[in-house]
C-alpha cells in the first residue's frame, strides 16, 4: 500500500472512529465519515468493501487502545489496586466528557443485538482480555467483570446525563463500587 494510500485509509478510520463514538456504528454513513474525512464518497471503496468492514475494525482499533491503556497499569500491582486505577481513569470527567479517543462500548453496547456477530465476537475478546489484565487469578476473573461492568454501565450512565451533578455522583458511586 503506498503512502498516501495509507494515510488516506487512516483519515477515514479516525472519521469513522470519532462518528462511531458519537452515534455508535450503525448510524454513520458512507458520506459522513468521508465528509468528515474529507474526502468524496467515490474513494471509499478503494479503502474498504462495505461500511460494515469500516464500522468493525473501527470497533476493534477503539477496544485495542482501550486495552493498551490497561497495559500502562503496572502489572505487579494487586489485582484490586489494577482495578482502582482502571476505575479512576475510567470513570472521570475527563473521560466521560472527551470527544475522542474514548471507550466505544457506551455507544455501541445497546445495538449490538442489531450488528454483525463480528461485534459480539470481538467484544467477548476484549472482555476476556481485560479481565485477565485486571485480576491475579482465574479465580478472580469473576470479579473483574463485575468491575468491568460496573464501569461500563456507570460511564454509559453519566454519559446520558451529560455535565451534571447527578452525573458526576454517578461516576463517584460507581468508581467507589469498583473493588
Not at 495509507?6 to 479516525?14: C, G, K, P
Request: net charge positive.
Amino acid at each position: 500500500m503506498s503512502d498516501k494510500k495509507a494515510l488516506t485509509r487512516e483519515r477515514i478510520l479516525q472519521a469513522a472512529g470519532s462518528a462511531l463514538l458519537r452515534r455508535g456504528p450503525h448510524e454513520p454513513g458512507v458520506a459522513d465519515v468521508m465528509g468528515a474525512a474529507g474526502l468524496t464518497v467515490g474513494g471509499f471503496y478503494a479503502h474498504f468493501s462495505s461500511k460494515e468492514a469500516l464500522m468493525l475494525e473501527v470497533f476493534e482499533q477503539l477496544l485495542r487502545k482501550r486495552r493498551d491503556l490497561m497495559a500502562l497499569i503496572d502489572p505487579t500491582l494487586p489485582g484490586v489496586e489494577r482495578r482502582a486505577l482502571a476505575a479512576g481513569f475510567y470513570l472521570s470527567r475527563k473521560h466521560r466528557d472527551t470527544t475522542d479517543s474514548a471507550c466505544p462500548l457506551p455507544s455501541s453496547l445497546g445495538l449490538m443485538s442489531q450488528l454483525p456477530e463480528a461485534y459480539r465476537q470481538r467484544l467477548i475478546e476484549h472482555l476476556e482480555v481485560l479481565s485477565a489484565r485486571m485480576c491475579d487469578r482465574p479465580e478472580d476473573a469473576d470479579k473483574a467483570l463485575a468491575d468491568i461492568a460496573l464501569m461500563v454501565g456507570g460511564l454509559t450512565l453519566a454519559r446520558a446525563l451529560g455535565q451534571s451533578d447527578l452525573s458526576d455522583r454517578v461516576l463517584r458511586a460507581a468508581k467507589t463500587a469498583v473493588i
